[in-house]
């Protein structure tokens, strides 16, 4: 199982949108609606701020949004705060009954 | 939910690496929850390795990755889970994280605190 493709960084300025892609295949991303995805600060554990492709977890900010297009997920940070500057992964489901996750995006606030 | 991981750190090549999960506020044997191994190297960026559950029997499920040296066992006893990795090479120094994934869901709302594994002589 190949890990999903993301961007290694994305960055944009404070009160600024920015989009990460998350790329798979059939037998995952494009398969499930099981799709989610993680921040992580460093040295901390990864905590998850969308799942089901589009759902937040309550407490996660309403900034935090995603879609998914056949076998490509999107996660969307709107209004981009200093505290989004983090590592961001996804992750899916897979047709082996097992997971996968993406290879990480850095994000940048500027 | 609370997971509390413990285990040794510092694995000699060849060896196995156990490290174990507690859990509070929930139980191992929770019909609708999944119990699983995930890691984090610099190399391998974030892993998921496998895990256990329970639908009327144990069930396991691993990454073809490293399936021929994972298990993923539970202790009701103790209301924990553990992984245990054979033949470990300095490609498994990782960080190694438990999680749950629950209420039938299929995503990981709650991890352990991280285990920091060194490979080496």
């Known amino acids: 199982q190949s890990a999903l493709t993301q961007p290694a960084s994305v960055s944009g300025s404070l009160g600024q949108s920015i989009t990460i892609s998350c790329s798979g295949t059939r037998n995952d991303v494009g398969g499930y609606n099981y799709v989610s995805w993680y921040q992580q600060h460093p040295g901390k554990a990864p905590t998850v701020i969308i799942y089901d492709v589009n759902k937040r977890p309550s407490g996660v900010s309403n900034r935090f949004s995603g879609s998914k297009s056949g076998s490509t997920a999107s996660l969307t940070i709107s209004g981009l705060q200093a505290e989004d500057e983090a590592d961001y992964f996804c992750?899916?489901?897979?047709?082996?009954?097992?997971?996968?996750f993406g290879t990480g995006t850095k994000v940048s606030v500027l | 939910i609370q997971l509390r991981q413990s285990g040794l750190g510092l694995v000699r090549p060849s060896q196995t690496l156990s490290v174990t999960c507690a859990i509070s506020g929930d139980s191992v044997s929770n019909l609708t929850a999944a119990w699983n191994w995930i890691r984090q190297s610099p190399s391998r960026g974030l892993e998921w390795l496998g895990r256990t559950y329970y639908r009327s029997k144990w069930l396991n499920d691993y990454a073809l990755s490293v399936k021929s040296r994972l298990n993923v066992n539970p202790d009701t006893s103790k209301n924990q889970f553990s992984l245990i990795l054979r033949s470990v090479t300095p490609e498994d120094a990782a960080v190694y994280y438990c999680a749950r994934d629950g209420n039938g869901q299929n995503w990981f709302d709650s991890w352990g605190q991280g285990t920091l594994v060194t490979v080496s002589s």
């Open positions: 992750n899916s489901y897979t047709s082996s009954t097992t997971y996968v």
